[in-house]
C-alpha cells in the first residue's frame, strides 16, 4: 500500500516560482513509476508530468514543457514538481499519482492507469 501526501501549493503572481512535494509512504514507493496532475475547475483531469522508478528521462505536457521540472528522491520517499514561469491557466489542484507497475520502465500518461492518489493541494496564478 502506497499513500502519498502533496504539499507546496499557494497563491503566487504571474511569473513566479512553486515547488510542490509528494510524500509517500510504503516501502514499495520507490520501485514504482509516478506522475503529477491536475484539475482546473470544470475541467477534467490532465496529464503534467510523469517519471519512471529510477528518475530517468521524464516527460511533460506541452503546457508545462520547459518550465515546469519533475524529480524524485527515492532515499526520501518524495516526489518534486518545480514550477517557474507560472501562468494564470496553471491554476488548479495538483495532484500525485503512483502506478503499481514495480520496476517498469514506461511512462504513464492517462489518469487512469495509476493506483495511488494524494489529495491534491491549490495551486492559484494571479495575473
Known amino acids: 500500500q502506497v499513500q502519498l501526501v502533496e504539499s507546496g501549493g499557494g497563491l503566487v503572481q504571474t511569473g513566479g516560482s512553486l515547488r510542490l512535494s509528494c510524500a509517500a509512504s510504503g516501502r514499495t514507493f520507490t520501485n514504482y513509476p509516478m506522475g503529477w496532475f491536475r484539475q482546473a475547475p470544470g475541467k477534467e483531469r490532465e496529464f503534467v508530468a510523469a517519471i519512471s522508478w529510477s528518475g530517468g528521462t521524464p516527460a511533460y505536457a506541452d503546457s508545462v514543457k520547459g518550465r515546469f521540472t519533475i524529480s524524485r528522491d527515492n532515499a526520501k520517499n518524495t516526489l518534486a514538481l518545480q514550477m517557474n514561469s507560472l501562468k494564470p491557466e496553471d491554476t488548479a489542484v495538483y495532484y500525485c499519482?503512483?502506478?503499481?507497475?514495480?520496476?517498469?520502465?514506461?511512462?504513464?500518461?492517462?489518469?487512469?492507469?495509476?493506483?495511488?492518489w494524494g489529495q491534491g493541494t491549490q495551486v492559484t496564478v494571479s495575473s
Open positions: 499519482a503512483a502506478k503499481r507497475a514495480a520496476y517498469s520502465r514506461r511512462l504513464y500518461y492517462d489518469a487512469g492507469a495509476y493506483d495511488y
